[in-house]
């Protein structure tokens, strides 16, 4: 079974609240017989769409490949939160790496949001970009925790954009009985994910990028010049990039070993009263809680509650997906236990055993990066733009990335996903029993 089409229909865009609100483009046309190019470029998420993008502007011929439409997976389909920092959190990363090689994984994080609010200004991309993410803690004990951690971004990294909050500051923010104080980053960013994507592929079809969609590759020939094979075409390339991430499927076993497709789960609900409003956010700010399976929301800017939560790990979505955001939702704001739901939707987003992205060259001319675990706006929009680096011979921020180490799934491909649920199920009973 391919995740490409096992729940959605071919060059269709899910029925979510974002695919009913962006300008979409009109479908570009799919390959046929044999074309050449500097660059082949295989998924046209952020990370495709960026790499092409910043290619094109140094004066690469570049063929950007996508399987249904550009900005179809989870690129589209996201929480939309431009996130801070990595997503292991800086003393994690301090022992794993040491305190030099975070430092400069800070510096590119804190690139990566700057490149992203760049290429939203540069290219006038109308995705409702607004700032600040709050971190909504569940207990005093995870509060006491954030707020060490918030005071060692602003003593270790000299990070002033971020502060505590209180009880009363988080309710101040986000009246919900379940939250006891947390972290406000006014840094750090929430937008429209489709627009975004969709924004950055007008901007790269302007540069020259040729963009192929509904064409399927099922296979890269690695030589020189690489072969990357398509159902109807190939195309020939001096250098491949693999910008697949939860999609990949079999095409590369080496990132496939180390990058997990899951599911995840956005609903949208009608559009909310003023009263109501006022009992789920009193500020236009996104939200990320504490929990392991975490829970991610905002506003759409026609003043609906978009609520993330949730996650499968097989193929299927399930048949009722706003059941199953309606238990998380609920359990934050009881009083929309009977809210209408406009819009429910999944998506496969590619996450890592360390929750850390996968920069790799595959062979001289082949390269690759994915499983951005839920931290891919700003992530894999700057992976985009270190993988053209790369290519242009200026490797020094990929393969600062490339350094972070990347265990495979124990039991590989094939065991994986059974040791993830086993897993992921103790960290569930973990979040429901508050420890």
């Known amino acids: 079974m391919n995740l490409l089409y096992s729940n959605d229909k071919q060059g269709q865009y ?59 997976g989870a690129s589209g389909r996201n929480g939309g939160q431009l996130g801070s920092g990595q997503r292991m959190e800086q003393d994690e990363i ?177 559009p909310l009263s003023d009263e109501e409003l006022d009992g789920v956010l009193r500020r236009d700010l996104a939200i990320a809680d504490s929990k392991f399976v975490i829970n991610y929301f905002r506003l759409s800017h026609d003043k609906r509650l978009l609520f993330g939560g949730g996650e499968t790990y097989g193929y299927r979505f399930p048949e009722d997906i706003a059941a199953v955001v309606r238990k998380p939702m609920t359990e934050i704001y009881p009083q929309l236990a009977d809210i209408e739901i406009d819009y429910a939707w999944g998506g496969t987003l590619g996450i890592t055993m360390k929750r850390m992205p996968f920069f790799a060259r595959l062979g001289s001319s082949v390269i690759t990066a994915s499983g951005y675990s839920g931290h891919g706006v700003g992530t894999a929009t700057h992976a985009g733009m270190l993988v053209a680096e790369a290519i242009a011979g200026q490797s020094e921020g990929f393969d600062t990335m490339a350094r972070v180490p990347a265990p495979a799934f124990p039991g590989g491909a094939g065991l994986r996903t059974p040791l993830l649920v086993l897993a992921m199920t103790w960290f569930s009973l973990r979040d429901r029993l508050g420890f």
């Open 94 to 270: 301090e022992h794993l790496l040491g305190i030099e090689d975070a430092h400069k994984l800070w510096l590119l994080a804190e690139e990566s949001k700057q490149v992203t609010k760049g290429l939203i200004e540069k290219h006038d991309i109308e995705c409702h970009l607004k700032p600040g993410i709050a971190h909504a803690c569940f207990s005093d004990r995870d509060v006491r925790s954030e707020h060490r951690y918030v005071e060692h971004l602003q003593n270790e990294y000299g990070y002033d954009q971020i502060e505590t909050l209180d009880r009363d500051q988080m309710q101040a923010i986000c009246p919900s009985p379940k939250y006891v104080g947390g972290s406000l980053d006014m840094s750090a960013g929430h937008l429209h994910p489709l627009a975004y994507a969709l924004g950055l592929a007008r901007a790269a079809k302007a540069a020259g990028v040729r963009i192929y969609e509904n064409t399927h590759v099922h296979g890269v020939q690695k030589g020189s010049p690489n072969v990357v094979k398509t159902d109807k075409g190939r195309v020939v390339a001096e250098h491949v990039v693999l910008a697949c991430n939860g999609y990949l499927g079999n095409l590369e076993r080496k990132v496939a070993a180390r990058v997990m497709p899951i599911n995840n789960y956005i609903a949208a609900t009608r």
């Open 14 to 72: 899910p029925d979510s609240w974002y695919a009913a609100t962006a300008t979409q483009l009109e479908p570009f046309a799919a390959l046929r017989g044999e074309t050449k190019a500097d660059v082949c470029v295989v998924g046209a998420g952020y990370t495709g769409l960026s790499t092409a993008l910043h290619l094109a502007e140094r004066g690469y011929d570049v063929a950007l490949i996508e399987a249904h439409r550009v900005g179809f």
